[in-house]
């Protein structure tokens, strides 16, 4: 069982930066890609971000330019950089663990184990 705690979020005004921090603990031995999410208010939860084992990367169009994945091993914790945050970026950000070693996806369900999520606000 992983367990994974976010921190970060916060409010601020749009152009803005915040970075997010998911640390992570519990049994990883199956874990094989780990990734960022939003969700916002009425919104299906959507992938932003994930990195597999090997170190590659997923981004989704939304992300790509301004959010930046990254994980320090040594630490057992995955970090999202968000710069020139919009109004738009508001959502409760959740980061996820995966385990289907054949697929490497954004899909929110191919990953099995959530943290309880952090909330960014961006105000205009």
């Known amino acids: 069982q992983v367990q994974m705690v976010e921190s970060g979020g916060g409010s601020v005004q749009a152009g803005g930066s915040l970075r997010l921090s998911c640390a992570i603990s519990?049994?990883?031995?199956?874990?094989?890609?780990m990734g960022w999410f939003r969700q916002a208010p009425g919104k299906a939860r959507e992938g932003l971000a994930a990195?597999?084992?090997?170190?590659?990367?997923l981004y989704a169009d939304s992300a790509k330019g301004r959010f930046t994945l990254s994980r320090d091993i040594v630490k057992n914790t995955l970090y999202l950089q968000m710069n020139l945050l919009k109004p738009e970026d508001t959502a409760m950000y959740y980061c996820g663990a995966g385990s289907m070693r054949e697929l490497f996806t954004l899909r929110t369900s191919a990953y099995t184990s959530w943290g309880q999520g952090t909330q960014v606000t961006v105000s205009s």
């Open positions: 990195i597999h084992n090997d170190d590659s990367t």
């Open positions: 519990g049994d990883t031995s199956n874990t094989v890609y």
